[in-house]
């Protein structure tokens, strides 16, 4: 028997007070829902957050609302499993945001839960359209799977069932299109640092490169002396890059990849 209400009426808890738990709680405050308490180990953070949803905020983890429907926890990784033995609940659902934790984190722990994941890189002081935001859904029980999914719509456009092992897969694929890819533009930021050149003359290229790989295959998409196997210009980038080791390493490394990837796939 699922023991919550199926319209969170009880309110929601949100665990966390960092970028995700920020605008998931904004999202689901402008969704018409109720913040009921937002817990942060750091009661500044809890705060700040809490004033922006209207909620109570707490830093102490036994003093969070137990009638709660919903309780969203949204932590780092590492943290997610000690914040699960501390969490007391007389009824309610509890899901975590994390991409790559598997829903088995709350086996035997809890009646209902689940997983519910925002695919998104998310900055404090940048506003998101949540509306167009991929959510991925997972739980322990069908009519629980099918709640979290019509809340997941009150949010975004985009939600689907995942289970944990296509959502840890999205998850890496996630990390190669955005983490990774955002630290090749701090390497090009790095290049350019002894020149009169910034950063922005890059922009147009960024935003026509990743235009690109929006409207058709990423691989069709590539250009470069790598994918051309153009030596004579790799191996000036090389000798350009021969007082930095660690960047010459990516730049060998990355281009011998674009090249084996480009060939396999003609």
């Known amino acids: 028997m699922m023991s919550f209400n199926n319209q969170f009426q009880n309110g929601i808890v949100i665990l966390g007070a960092g970028n995700v738990a920020t605008h998931l709680s904004i999202a689901l405050k402008k969704a018409g829902l109720e913040i009921k308490c937002v817990y942060s180990k750091t009661i500044d953070a809890a705060k700040k957050l809490a004033l922006k949803v209207d909620s109570h905020y707490t830093n102490k983890i036994e003093q969070i609302p137990v009638e709660a429907d919903l309780y969203i926890i949204a932590v780092k990784d590492e943290v997610i499993e000690v914040v699960i033995k501390h969490l007391k609940l007389k009824y309610g659902v509890v899901v975590h945001t994390a991409g790559s934790i598997s829903i088995d984190v709350f086996k035997e722990k809890f009646e209902n839960y689940g997983v519910f994941y925002p695919l998104q890189t998310f900055s404090k002081d940048r506003e998101t359209d949540f509306s167009v935001v991929p959510i991925c859904i997972e739980a322990n029980r069908k009519k629980l799977e099918d709640i979290l999914l019509e809340l997941g719509k009150r949010l975004s456009n985009n939600v689907r069932i995942v289970d944990s092992n296509k959502r840890k897969k999205l998850h890496l694929a996630a990390v190669f299109a955005c983490n990774f890819a955002n630290h090749m533009y701090s390497i090009a930021t790095e290049i350019l640092k002894d020149t009169d050149l910034s950063f922005d003359f890059l922009k147009p290229l960024i935003d ?59």
């Open 208 to 266: 026509e490169t990743a235009q690109k790989a929006i409207d058709s295959d990423p691989g069709l998409a590539q250009t470069g002396p790598a994918v051309r196997n153009d030596q004579n210009v790799i191996k000036e980038h090389l000798r350009m890059l021969k007082d930095n080791p660690e960047f010459e390493k990516i730049y060998s490394f990355v281009s011998d990849s674009i090249y084996k990837l480009n060939k396999k796939k003609n």
